[in-house]
């Protein structure tokens, strides 16, 4: 058991989106000082931090630099080279740890690991070649989604497969990378678990959130999700099991798929997650500032729900909407991005539908 | 009429304490860059800004490249020279405006303000010298308050007169500075409205608070203030009736005497007030937004409460209670000082007591 860190500590941030803007910005409230590693200048979290390593993955010196200046490193993302986290975590801990990134930098490890668990997952088959595929495709069946094992995001390195003669031009989109064939899930809806582990190992879930997808990208999260009680709890406890398997410390967000057989895990992130958006505005304590509470050995806060939420995603020619959206009942909150392209994450709202239900 | 300001404009704030880092802070919310002008280095608000010009108020070439690179300059403390706001103000807009600062730097002109929106105060008389304040104390009478008209904060630079005798000794701690008497109140309870108003002249305030201090320094704030319907009705129309008279933009905290006689205003601040910072946690959008988006041209956002809360500040040696505060229904927020001293704001506490009643 570690102490816990005093004020004045820095906390070490891979990644300087608008995730790791807002863990910084959380940080700030605990006293913490930050320190960002972001390759790219001007990059969101940069705005609202002491420091700025701007520096490539790379770069062994300024990777020792970062790691001898900072007390704990976190991440805002889960594709970090394996060769930086090992130089890293020579000097100085990183939580989440390693085990969660080997486990979810792949997305075939990831469903092995969730299989494991005994939790349920969609069908799933290794891919890397042509033949692996026909097999994949005869045991899966069609419709199905072949994506790239690693480095995968918002919809990016995924093809749909609608019947087996379409398998090949799937295949030519995965430009030769390790894949992994899904089975398309009948969801009746997505939700997702925002759960917490501390460094003592006590659990804290919020309230599972029912989001909605547009092209791939996340458009909206709403809480609370329309599930009975016993699918909450199943959500919550399938949660709360990845986490302790992992030995997990920090903020991770569970995607699950809800479907007439049951709950069936869709992809773990180990971080904070965009679902989780919400909690700012619905809760005393939100996603953000549990994550570096939980990193920084602190006890985990008090992240119960006084609201019912909708956060809607803000992407690319959305911020035109910005400032009249500032009305009753809404929240905003913009990522500092000047560039507007489509696609684009550049910020998000929160509109307060009533008081907690 | 200006246009609101756009997502990655510069505020400018002069200072950099607390208040200079829930400011900034709540800039990012809205997409925008922060630069904090403070002549002492690792400033609080320096840990969540983008840029801080350590210089003193003195020098001139740094106020011009701050005035240059910012859209525009607020401030979160009142004492600002003059020199210092004739040179930025030529290049860049001050908000709130220069006549706020005239009346509020002065406790002479601020009394007499407030009179003339009749608006009930302490009575006051202005002290140069002994024979001033022996008038003074003939037509107060004592208990009375000696004060310096400039330059004072958290009860430094006033003696308090128990009676007629003890004036001399009161007239020596105020070492020549110009002074006023204020005849001392015998008030049932203290409360301050955050009251913001907008360029387009819309007002908006939070719910009154109720405020105790301990040896002259803000102890704690708890909403609901026990007010009547007409007091807190009272007590916001007094605070508008103060903006709209200054054409002000932005937040002001208004500090009102509540007694069997009716409402005094005690003091007014030219900014973002400490007995505001319950509405981080209370309500949607807190002061620190509300300022933000007063000085950035945009509509005012909704301050309505959602909960009873309590705010206690952290002075000096109370740092220690962190993190074992950090339990069920509070929410931390720490200044980032690493140096303890007595008397000094380390941070504050906000203790959710129920849903707004």
Redesign the interface.
Known sequence: MTD?LQ??ATIGILGGGQLG?ML??AA???????CIYDPAGDCPA?????YHVKAAYEDEAALRAFSEAVDVITYEFENIPTSALDLLEAGTPIRPGRRVLAVSQDRLTEKAFLSEQGLGTAPFAAVDDEVDLAEAIEEIGTPAILKTRRFGYDGKGQARITSPDRAGAALETMAGAPAILEGQVDFTREVSVIAARGLDGSIACFDPGENIHRDGILHSTTVPAALSPAQRSDAVLASANILNALHYVGVMGVEIFVTPQGLLVNEIAPRVHNSGHWTQ?GC??DQFEQHI?AIAG??L??GSR??NVMMENLIGAD?SR???L?????????????AIKPGRK??HINR?TG?AS
Do not use: C, E, Q
């Not at 940069?46 to 002491?50: G, M, P, R």
């Open positions: 816990p004020t004045g803007r910084s910005v700030s409230r605990l006293g913490f000082k930050t940069s705005h609202v931090s002491n505005n005393l304590i509470r602190w006890p806060g008090d006084h609201a911020l910005v400032p009249d500032a009305g009753t009942n809404t929240a905003i909150h913009l990522y500092g991005k000047t550049m910020g307060i008081p």
